[in-house]
């Protein structure tokens, strides 16, 4: 996607409430690529008989995958569920496992669901305004919880890579769902 030269100056654009970029095309996620990693697979199929939805798209506005350089770009995760379980990101370990990530969400709430290979976990609420930093080792995927789309500026190291074998399995040992109308976190039936 090299659309600058190594080690040259650039702009590029985006919009602070939709996070979307004149200047470059999203990657798409449809519920269809990812019905498997919904716990609830025969409600994902439901859904499919009518619809495709689009369940999150992101822009890679930065360089390559080279080290020393960073990547960065807007995730915008589209509201919605899949028998009680919120729209998410597929989540990732990085490939160098040792390099962290930061996001700030531009606008919407929701969840930041992480775990490292040791199966430690933590969830933390995304807040309008606020960055959070994903440590090291951690993998990290996005929930929204509300009713608008959640928007996300984020940047990591260009070369970090994206694991997501392990997740696409068995999925994180935490689920974030509705229940009586507000969200919960749950452990995954799975592990
Ligand atoms: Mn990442």
């Given at each position: 996607m090299n659309r600058f030269d190594w080690d040259h100056t650039f702009y590029v654009d985006f919009d602070?409430?939709?996070?979307?970029?004149?200047k470059a095309e999203t990657t798409k996620r449809y519920l269809s690529q990812m019905k498997?990693?919904?716990?609830?697979t025969e409600a994902a199929e439901k859904i499919l008989e009518k619809e495709d939805p689009l369940i999150y798209e992101f822009y890679?506005?930065?360089?390559?995958?080279?080290?020393?350089d960073l990547a960065f770009g807007t995730t915008i995760l589209y509201p919605g569920q899949v028998g009680g379980e919120y729209f998410m990101t597929k989540g990732h370990f990085h490939t160098i496992l040792e390099t962290a990530e930061v996001y700030y969400t531009l606008n919407g709430e929701g969840y930041m669901v992480m775990e490292n290979p040791e199966g430690d976990t933590v969830e933390m609420p995304l807040v309008k305004g606020q960055a959070l930093y994903v440590p090291r080792r951690y993998a990290h995927r996005t929930v929204n919880t509300g009713k608008d789309p959640l928007v996300m500026f984020f940047s990591f190291q260009a070369n970090a890579g994206h694991d997501y074998g392990t997740i696409e399995t068995k999925g994180y040992h935490k689920m974030i769902v509705e229940r009586d109308g507000r969200p919960v976190v749950v452990p995954n039936p799975k592990w």
């Open positions: 602070l409430e939709s996070g979307f970029s004149k498997n990693m919904f716990y609830d890679e506005l930065g360089y390559d995958e080279r080290e020393g």
